[in-house]
C-alpha cells in the first residue's frame, strides 16, 4: 500500500460539505484542521517565547549603564539578583494588605507574582538565559538592537546559574581531622 504524503489544505478537498462522518474524506479534513490548530499553537508558543526573552534584554539593556564595555561574572550575577528582585516591592504591598486575624482570600495578583518569582527563581537555580555582557562585540549588538523580535538571534546568550544554589548541591569533601593535618605536615 502506498500512503499518500501530500499536505491538503481545506481548498484542495473537494465536496467538503456533503461527506458522510466515518468516509476517508472524513478523516482527511479532519487532519487538515488538526494540522492547522496544531501549528497555530506552535506559533503562539514561538511569539510568547520571543516575547517573553526580548523584554527580558531589552531590561537588562536598560539596567547596565551606557559607558560600561563588559560586565564580570560577579556583575552578572548581581544583575541577575536585581533582575529577580524587581516585582519582590509589589509583592510585599500586597500581602501587606492582609489584616492579622482576618481571613482574606489572595488578590489574583498576589498569586500570579508568586508563581511567576518562584518560576524565576527555579530558572536562576537551574539556568538563567541572559545576553552575554562578557564580550565587548556582543555589548555594542546590544545596544544598537532596535527592539526588532527577528534580529534576535544576532544577540548571544548566555546560561548563568546561582552559584548558591550550585555549591548546595554539590558535595563537599570533608575537612581533614586536626591530628591528620598536623601529620601530615611533618
Do not use: C
Amino acid at each position: 500500500m502506498v500512503s499518500n504524503n501530500k499536505r491538503h489544505t481545506m481548498k484542495s478537498i473537494k465536496n467538503k460539505d456533503m461527506i458522510h462522518p466515518s468516509s476517508r474524506k472524513a478523516q482527511q479534513v479532519m487532519r487538515v484542521v488538526l494540522r492547522k490548530d496544531r501549528l497555530e499553537h506552535r506559533q503562539k508558543v514561538r511569539t510568547n517565547n520571543s516575547f517573553s526573552t526580548s523584554e527580558r534584554i531589552l531590561w537588562f539593556r536598560h539596567a547596565v549603564p551606557e559607558d560600561v564595555k563588559t560586565l564580570t561574572r560577579e556583575e552578572q550575577h548581581a544583575l541577575i539578583e536585581e533582575y529577580l528582585a524587581r516585582y519582590n516591592e509589589e509583592y510585599e504591598s500586597l500581602v501587606a494588605l492582609h489584616r492579622p486575624g482576618k481571613v482574606r482570600p489572595k488578590a489574583a495578583r498576589e498569586d500570579m507574582l508568586a508563581a511567576f518569582i518562584a518560576k524565576e527563581r527555579q530558572e536562576y537555580a537551574s539556568g538563567f538565559e541572559l545576553p552575554d555582557f562578557s564580550s565587548p562585540k556582543n555589548v555594542v549588538v546590544l545596544r544598537e538592537w532596535d527592539g526588532d523580535l527577528n534580529s534576535l538571534n544576532r544577540i548571544k546568550m548566555i546560561r548563568l546559574n546561582d552559584p548558591s544554589y550550585v555549591a548546595k548541591m554539590t558535595p563537599s569533601a570533608p575537612a581533614p581531622k586536626a591530628e591528620e593535618s598536623s601529620a601530615m605536615q611533618e
